[in-house]
Each structure stands twice: as C-alpha cells, then as structure tokens.
C-alpha cells in the first residue's frame, strides 16, 4: 500500500508498474517482493527524488538506529511513509515524528498511516533546519543523504541521542552513526553497512540540476588544458573503498562519464566551485591521455590520494570515525593517518 505505482531501477528492467492496474498486478507483486528500491517521484528533469527503500536497506537502518521504548524519533525523508509506519509500530505513533519538504508526500503518507492505525506526527518542513517544534529527540534518521551532518540538528537531540545519515558527496559516501553530546559535539564512525540514499533536498543544501550538470561535462569535453599521460585507471572509481577516499580529498568534486558517438570516451573529474576540471580519455590502453584546466590539477590531486590511499592499507569507510567539535567543524580521522579531512565532502 506504501507504493502503489512506481518506476523500476534500470537494473531491474526499467518501466513503469501500476498495481491498481488489475493487467499488472502480478508483476506488481513480483517488484514490491524483490529487494529492489522502487522509484517513486521525479522532478522536472524526470531525475528520481524518492523512493520506496529497499527491504535490506530499511532493515540495516532500524537496526543501527537501536531504539528502545520510551524514546522518541525524528525521521527526515517521509517519503512513502512506510518506515514511519515500521518506527510507529516498533515504539508508538506519538513517539515519532516524521518532516518531508514536498507536501504531496506527506499529505499521501498520512493517508496511508491512517489506514492502518497509526497517526504520528507528519510536518511539510525543511529538513536540514530539523524540526524544532517536537524536539528534543533520542533518535534521529535520515532517509536521504547530505554531505555533511546539518549544524541545526545537534541542538535538537538530548545528551546521548543518535543520529543516523548517508554522508554523501556527488560520487562516492557511506552510513554514518554519530552520538551527540550535552555540549553539542558529536562523535561516531562511518558503518560497514553500504547503502545510496538520493541527496536532501533543501534550499540549504542545494543540488545542481540535470541540465546544468550536463553543461558542465559538455564544457569540459571540449575544453583546452595542460595534457600528459597517467596511468591511474579511471575504473578505480568503481571500487566503492576508494571512490569514498578519493571524495573526502576532492570534496565538492563531481564525476561523469562522456561519450561521443562515432567518437572518444573520457571519464570527467570537475570541481565546480574552484573551476577546476580533468579530463581522461578512455579505451587506450594502460596509458591514458588526461587533460587538466582551472585553479587546481584534479588529476594530481587524485594520483596522490591514490598512492596515500594504498601506503594506508586501503582503507574502507568503516575505518574512519567523525567528530563534530563545539566550533561545529567536521573532521573525519583515520587512526593510521598524520592527517585528517573535513566534511562537507
């Protein structure tokens, strides 16, 4: 009841299924079974911006949340309403509250708790501001990713509450658990356990449009700068322990593949704030042509952290812990590293 008609992942077919369609209902019921996200809403672009979690993800995250009676939750993401419904029926409906910025969600999602019973707070709120209105909270969990913890929400949790967040950068990030203090610091570690949440939307945190990214690449496909040859495969990006690493050195960077029919491939590495960008073409053997143009040498900058990531055992996420210190920086250390990094990545 939680999703009644959504989109498959591509790697699950593709397609729209409706299963108030009596002609789809079983493959509705064969979706809705499979341990698949199910896309929900799209913005203008037609980029998903929700979706119905997949049964293991919404699993890792209940239990890393570790809730126990009495205590009370703040869910950021509403979404479907379907882990609000899971979180009322574990503690209480009073015991939660729930904010989603678009108010189609909530208004859909309270329909649907209603239906069954269940009647916790839903609020149309911006999510990285937190809600203070029900505050103060024990837990509080984010079913969308941001690229650093929000300041607001440190001083809504009571001394010990938990805080439970994809940090996510463009290309690369991971689950992090962090417990928030009286003084409002925190401390935690990135989890073992992976999951891909669709970033926060919020006037605070805004994310650059479909179009807008693909003038980016477009630009730099096409654009001069200095060129040599690296024999860094691009494909390390598709080790999900180095991506991460590669995102807390280069953070606000993005990357993109470009393909050119007819033509060359080239894997794209840009840092939109400082204008810098690289660029390497692919399908050339161990050597592979990169050019680089702005402010800094991304590619460099990614041959470095790759040798620094191999001299440290290369490590995983779940290697590296986060503290939030009463100025409200975010470092991120690694016991075996003489440096540290900060977020947003």
Not at 114 to 142: F, H, K, M, N, S
Not at 280 to 303: K, M, S
């Amino acid at each position: 009841m939680f999703a009644s008609r959504f989109r498959l992942l591509q790697s699950s077919g593709g397609g729209t299924i409706d299963g108030t369609d009596a002609a789809q209902r079983e493959a509705w019921l064969r979706a809705v079974y499979r341990n698949d996200s199910l896309l929900t809403d799209f913005d203008a672009d037609d980029v998903p911006t929700s979706s119905c979690s997949a049964p293991s993800v919404v699993a890792i995250m209940l239990e890393a949340l570790q809730v126990a009676e009495g205590q009370t939750v703040l869910e950021i993401g509403t979404g479907t309403g379907w882990n609000a419904a899971l979180l009322a029926k574990r503690l209480r409906s009073d015991a939660i509250t729930s904010v989603d910025i678009n108010p189609t969600h909530v208004a859909q999602a309270r329909e649907r708790l209603t239906l069954l019973g269940l009647t916790p707070t839903l609020a149309v709120a911006d999510g990285y501001l937190c809600y203070e209105q029900r505050a103060p909270y024990d837990r509080l969990i984010a079913t969308a990713s941001a690229r650093e913890i929000p300041p607001a929400w440190l001083g809504q949790l009571r001394p010990g509450g938990v805080i439970l967040i994809d940090i996510r950068g463009s290309f690369a990030g991971n689950l992090a658990r962090l417990t928030v203090t009286a003084d409002q610091s925190a401390h935690g570690r990135f989890l073992p356990e992976s999951v891909s949440f669709m970033p926060l939307r919020s006037p605070e945190q805004p994310c650059r449009s479909f179009s807008e990214l693909g003038g980016l690449t477009g630009r730099v496909a096409g654009a001069r700068g200095e060129s040599r040859t690296t024999n860094l495969d691009p494909g390390i990006f598709r080790q999900p322990a180095f991506a991460f690493f590669a995102q807390l050195t280069l953070s606000g960077a993005l990357n993109a593949p470009v393909a050119f029919e007819d033509g060359p491939s080239f894997f794209c590495v840009i840092h939109p704030d400082s204008q810098a960008w690289a660029r390497v073409e692919l399908g050339t053997g161990t050597d592979y042509p990169v050019t680089q143009g702005g402010e800094r040498r991304l590619w460099d900058e990614l041959e470095a952290a790759h040798a620094l990531w191999q001299r440290l055992d290369q490590p995983s996420p779940e290697d590296f812990t986060i503290t939030i210190g009463i100025n409200g920086q975010q470092v991120v250390s690694l016991a075996q590293a003489d440096r540290t990094w900060h977020l947003p990545l």
